[in-house]
């Protein structure tokens, strides 16, 4: 009898303790979907970056490129500082500035602080966006050079960055070019010197066959969005101007035909759309001597 009472006790105990572990599990999921709700909708600039070695370079010290895509006249933070202070910290090389920095229907303000930041940092190099040109694109180009930026209209710019010869072209956007002629667009770019290392500026990337086969050795690229929503390691992105669904280059670096593409997921917190598992970045590009004894 004494044994069965106990055995009451125990179980009256367990019994009394089962709401508390089952509230506790309840709070870590809570906990655990909570922490996966807020990084994917994560919204802060985060820096992104990509090695691209080749035979052509020599040097040992990095170049470092950065590259700025789809900002959309987007401010961050008082002034554009978050995004100004990321950049001066990240030490370019050269500022590569791949489209849609501004937008038809945003002021141009947010555009105009980054340059404002950027101007005395490094060389600046700008081609056109979709949505620039369905604005007043002439206006923007103005602007730009007036802050002391490149603008490239099928042309190429060859300086020495850190004693290596870099050449930068660049692609108006084709919006208003029938059937996005890339081949008239390209045609200033039919006798690159391969001795040189050749870099194309262009607002879109999903003509990266074609830019490999004119032999630029990296190409440099918005346009995207990042696919929107990513799910990481799964989904590099759902869906991406120009290239549909589950897009090939959302977002990243890629080898195509022995050309390197890098994608800049875009640095513009402004669309409608929710940006899921993919926070606006700034890119940066080291260029490197490829050497069969470094690993």
Same mark, same amino acid.
């Given at each position: ?16 303790? !089962? &709401?508390? #572990?089952?509230?506790?599990?309840? +709070? ?5 979907l909570s *922490?996966? $709700? %807020?990084?994917? =909708? ?5 820096? !992104? &970056?990509? #090695?691209?070695?080749?035979?052509? +370079? ?6 470092? *490129?950065? $590259? %700025?895509?789809? =900002? ?45 930041g950027i ?69 200033p770019f ?106």
């Amino acid at each position: 009898m004494r044994i069965a009472a106990d055995l009451s006790t125990v179980r009256a105990a367990v019994k009394g303790r !089962r &709401p508390h #572990r089952a509230l506790r599990i309840a +709070l870590l999921v809570l906990a655990v979907l909570s *922490l996966f $709700v %807020l990084t994917a =909708l994560y919204r802060g600039l985060v820096t !992104r &970056p990509y #090695r691209v070695s080749s035979a052509k +370079l020599s040097n040992e010290t990095p170049i470092r *490129l950065v $590259v %700025l895509a789809d =900002l959309h006249s987007y401010v961050h933070g008082a002034d554009q500082q978050p995004l100004i202070q990321k950049i001066k910290r990240l030490a370019p090389d050269a500022i590569c500035l791949v489209g849609d920095m501004a937008d038809e229907i945003r002021p141009l303000d947010g555009m105009v602080l980054l340059l404002e930041g950027i101007r005395d940092l490094a060389p600046c190099y700008y081609v056109t966006g979709s949505h620039e040109y369905w604005g007043d694109s002439a206006a923007i180009k103005e602007i730009l050079r007036a802050f002391g930026v490149t603008v490239l209209e099928g042309e190429t710019r060859t300086v020495w960055l850190k004693g290596q010869r870099i050449a930068f072209s660049g692609l108006d956007d084709p919006a208003f070019t029938p059937n996005k002629g890339y081949d008239m667009l390209l045609r200033p770019f039919e006798r690159l010197d391969q001795g040189v290392f050749q870099v194309l500026l262009s607002h879109r990337p999903d003509p990266i066959e074609t830019f490999a086969g004119y032999g630029f050795d990296l190409v440099l690229a918005g346009h995207t969005h990042g696919g929107q929503v990513r799910v990481p390691f799964v989904l590099n992105g759902l869906y991406a101007p120009d290239q549909g669904f589950f897009p090939a280059h959302a977002g990243g670096l890629y080898l195509v035909n022995g050309t390197a593409l890098v994608v800049s997921r875009g640095l513009s917190n402004s669309s409608g759309l929710p940006r899921v598992f993919n926070p606006p970045e700034v890119v940066v590009v080291e260029l490197i001597a490829k050497n069969p004894d470094r690993k």
